[in-house]
């Protein structure tokens, strides 16, 4: 077994074992909208489910050297509001073009072929009609640490492909076609599920 006191390594080491041992992570596939009108596009795979009641997910967000804020959390504090778009096999290579580091100026559904939607019911900002679930969120707070942000949001609306679910809001996992990151450029995606007790709150 080796053992590793923090203290002794340097960044670059410390993220290369987060992120290879906290595996598979979700993606965040952060849409919101500029002050001045354009969209925005982005991913983060720090992301995860806060709470239910009420609904709250989040996502940590670095900063972008030698710019700064990225535009995400810009937009996010300027307006109020996002929406966290679902990543799947078939929308993998787009949120990866859409990953690039654009400017602000870039739209990024553009530059990435996607296609804006502006049906939302509680936000502004539009969902990525490409992507099998979305959720409508409201900044609820953003804490702080050092050159990383935690966002959380609440959970205001929730858009769902057709089949994604049954009746009772079950996710049917054969239809979910889901991807997760592990590191670097490296992905996982659904094989196959299992079940080792009746499940519950963990």
Not at 30 to 38: A, K, L, Q
Not at 67 to 72: A, E, P, W, Y
Request: charged fraction near 25%; include cysteine; charge should be negative.
């Amino acid at each position: 077994m080796k053992s590793l006191d923090v203290a002794t390594l340097d960044r670059a080491a410390i993220y290369r074992l987060l992120s290879g041992l906290i595996v598979p992570r979700p993606i965040a596939w952060v849409s919101s909208v500029s002050r001045s009108g354009v969209n925005n596009l982005a991913a983060f795979s720090f992301f995860t489910v806060v709470g239910n009641d009420p609904p709250l997910i989040g996502f940590s967000c670095n900063m972008t050297k030698p710019r700064g804020l990225k535009d995400t959390q810009v937009n996010i504090h300027d307006t109020g509001e996002f929406v966290v778009n679902i990543v799947d096999r078939d929308t993998l290579v787009q949120m990866d073009l859409s990953a690039e580091p654009y400017p602000p100026e870039v739209d990024e559904f553009v530059a990435a072929g996607l296609t804006p939607a502006w049906d939302t019911l509680r936000v502004k900002a539009p969902r990525v009609a490409e992507s099998p679930a979305q959720f409508e969120c409201r900044h609820e707070r953003t804490v702080d640490f050092g050159e990383y942000a935690f966002i959380v949001g609440e959970v205001l609306a929730v858009h769902l492909r057709d089949g994604l679910t049954d009746e009772r809001l079950r996710v049917d996992f054969d239809a979910f076609q889901w991807v997760g990151r592990l590191t670097g450029g490296q992905y996982c995606e659904k094989t196959a599920g299992f079940r080792v007790s009746e499940g519950g709150e963990h």
